[in-house]
């Protein structure tokens, strides 16, 4: 007889298991908030922004087809900012005790759509080396692009300032432990229900009839 797991049996099996649960939630929660204490580097991040736009040489009236020029070649300097002929003047600038591609990999570019501000956000485990590289990055590209693409249209809109108080932006505590609570509540489930399937013995009145589908005449106390 092929046997169907209802909602009843479900709740049975929950309730059967319940304090196992609850522990490896409290388990996995605990395990997390630890590694997030004690194991993961605190992250900073500092923001600078680049306007792209005319050539500042340039006498002409800002019009859409010099916009569309700029946003154009934003593609291309996002690539040029992460590129060995700005990164590696920044290593040596700045005296880091770093590759030009570990650098690379704490740089992120970006720019929302039809903007022509570029946004690059330095990530590091010292805030004050975040500011200060974003920075650096912003003038060496500065001066570059001048040269890479003999152009003048870039200029720095917003230095990156961190501030008095900055706040690392990983980890974070609260959702790693909420991810380590509910990794435990689903660890716990699957061991209540692998445990409930392989688990053939009968113990009731109740599964006796379910499963033989015969009267119950008399029970065996226990002495």
């Given at each position: 007889?092929?046997?169907?797991?209802?909602?009843e049996?479900?709740?049975?099996?929950?309730?059967?298991?319940?304090?196992?649960?609850?522990?490896?939630?409290?388990?996995?929660?605990?395990?997390?908030?630890?590694?997030?204490?004690?194991l993961m580097?605190?992250?900073?991040?500092?923001?600078?922004?680049?306007?792209?736009?005319?050539?500042?040489?340039?006498?002409?009236?800002?019009?859409?087809?010099?916009?569309?020029?700029?946003?154009?070649?934003?593609?291309?300097?996002?690539?040029?900012?992460?590129?060995?002929?700005?990164?590696?003047?920044?290593?040596?600038?700045?005296?880091?005790?770093?590759?030009?591609?570990?650098?690379?990999?704490?740089?992120?570019?970006?720019?929302?759509?039809?903007?022509?501000?570029?946004t690059v956000?330095?990530?590091?485990?010292?805030?004050?080396?975040?500011?200060?590289?974003?920075?650096?990055?912003?003038n060496?590209?500065?001066?570059?692009?001048?040269?890479?693409?003999?152009?003048?249209?870039?200029?720095?809109?917003?230095?990156?300032?961190?501030?008095?108080?900055?706040?690392?932006?990983?980890?974070?505590?609260?959702?790693?432990?909420?991810?380590?609570?509910?990794l435990?509540?689903?660890?716990?489930?699957?061991?209540?229900?692998?445990?409930?399937?392989?688990?053939?013995?009968?113990?009731?009145?109740?599964?006796?009839?379910?499963?033989?589908?015969?009267?119950?005449?008399?029970?065996?106390?226990?002495?």
């Open positions: 007889m092929e046997e169907t797991l209802n909602l049996d479900i709740l049975e099996v929950i309730k059967k298991n319940l304090a196992m649960i609850i522990a490896l939630v409290l388990l996995f929660g605990a395990i997390a908030a630890f590694a997030t204490a004690f580097t605190p992250q900073y991040e500092a923001n600078t922004q680049i306007l792209v736009s005319q050539s500042q040489d340039s006498e002409v009236a800002v019009d859409n087809q010099n916009i569309q020029a700029s946003l154009q070649l934003i593609n291309t300097y996002r690539d040029i900012i992460k590129s060995p002929t700005v990164l590696d003047d920044v290593v040596v600038n700045l005296n880091l005790d770093q590759s030009t591609s570990a650098l690379a990999e704490q740089i992120t570019v970006n720019n929302q759509d039809q903007s022509q501000v570029v956000t330095v990530a590091n485990e010292n805030p004050e080396n975040a500011e200060t590289i974003a920075n650096e990055v912003a060496v590209f500065q001066q570059r692009v001048m040269e890479v693409m003999n152009v003048d249209n870039v200029s720095i809109l917003a230095p990156a300032d961190i501030g008095e108080d900055p706040s690392p932006v990983s980890p974070q505590p609260l959702i790693n432990i909420a991810i380590g609570m509910i435990g509540g689903l660890f716990g489930l699957g061991i209540a229900f692998l445990r409930a399937f392989l688990d053939k013995r009968v113990k009731t009145e109740e599964e006796m009839q379910k499963h033989l589908d015969l009267p119950v005449l008399g029970t065996i106390a226990k002495f």
